[in-house]
């Protein structure tokens, strides 16, 4: 599950609950979604290396 919403300054913003601290920004919905897979990448990435 991914919350999103508009951002007050302009742009969207999304985070994902089930990973704390994963969050992000973009000014276009295409560089929202861009920058959220990359988001979601690098927080997993952060907690295999914890897992090993």
């Known amino acids: 599950m991914v919350g999103y919403a508009n951002a007050n300054e302009g742009g969207y913003w999304a985070e994902v609950p089930a990973i704390p601290g994963c969050a992000t920004e973009g000014d276009s919905w295409g560089e929202l979604i861009s920058n959220l ?8 990435s952060i907690v295999c290396k914890n897992i090993n």
Do not use: K, R
């Not at 897979?37 to 997993?44: D, F, S, V």
């Open 37 to 44: 897979h990359e988001a979601i990448e690098g927080c997993l």
